[in-house]
């Protein structure tokens, strides 16, 4: 069975340095990975994706992730955050089926600070 | 254009009611999920619709829990006999599956703000 794993429940980090937030996944067959962000009193709003090709992905507002096959991790990364970052943060699977159905982390708040 | 919409927002019920949660996919999207986020989770997958046939009800906690989709666009959870273990915010998700058949999983879901459930 699948299953994803965000290592960091919280991240507190200044506005304008570097952060990461960490996922890994488990899963016996190929994957698509997501990450997908929730500000307050919004809805999930997809940051980036993996499908194939280039295991660099860029995404929305700066984000960018890197899936790595043999550490089986999908590591999001910013070089330098804002305030308005300040949201949770979800990593996401998918296997390569046909029902599209997303297993989710338990989510990373990260709390931006000035 | 108009996202994913839900309604109610927020719903509260008492133990032993019977709910609804109503969704609004993107026009065009034949592809519909219910998720279900308690709190401090990450959403967690009920049930998947491509058109009007549920595809994938792998997800569904157990039988109080059934879902619709009569005309391929809106959708209609349904919970009988809510249990307080049944709070959560219900979140709707659709995408455009262009590829009929094919591998829905690259398809971005859009999700909508989702609705409040609390049982007491």
């Known amino acids: 069975a699948q299953s994803v794993t965000q290592l960091d429940s919280q991240v507190p980090v200044f506005e304008e340095a570097p952060v990461e937030l960490r996922c890994n996944y488990s899963s016996s067959v190929s994957v698509y990975l997501f990450w997908y962000v929730q500000y307050p009193n919004q809805g999930l709003q997809l940051l980036l994706k993996y499908l194939s090709g280039s295991t660099l992905v860029k995404g929305i507002n700066g984000f960018e992730a890197e899936f790595n096959k043999s550490q089986t991790s999908f590591h999001l990364r910013k070089p330098s955050v804002h305030i308005s970052d300040t949201a949770e943060y979800f990593c996401a699977v998918s296997e390569n089926s046909n029902t599209g159905k997303l297993i989710f982390g338990q989510g990373t708040t990260l709390q931006v600070k000035p | 254009g108009a996202g994913v919409s839900q309604t109610p927002s927020n719903k509260v019920t008492e133990k032993g009611k019977y709910v609804e949660l109503r969704c609004d996919p993107i026009s065009g999207h034949t592809a519909l999920y219910w998720y279900r986020q308690s709190l401090g989770q990450g959403p967690e997958f009920l049930i998947y619709?491509?058109?009007?046939?549920?595809?994938?009800d792998s997800g569904l906690p157990n039988d109080r829990f059934f879902a619709v989709r009569p005309e391929g666009s809106v959708s209609t959870l349904k919970i009988q006999r809510t249990e307080r273990g049944d709070s959560a915010v219900y979140l709707c998700a659709s995408s455009l599956a262009l590829f009929l058949g094919g591998p829905y999983s690259t398809d971005t879901q859009y999700f909508g703000p989702g609705t409040r459930l609390t049982v007491l």
């Open positions: 619709f491509q058109g009007t046939g549920a595809a994938d």
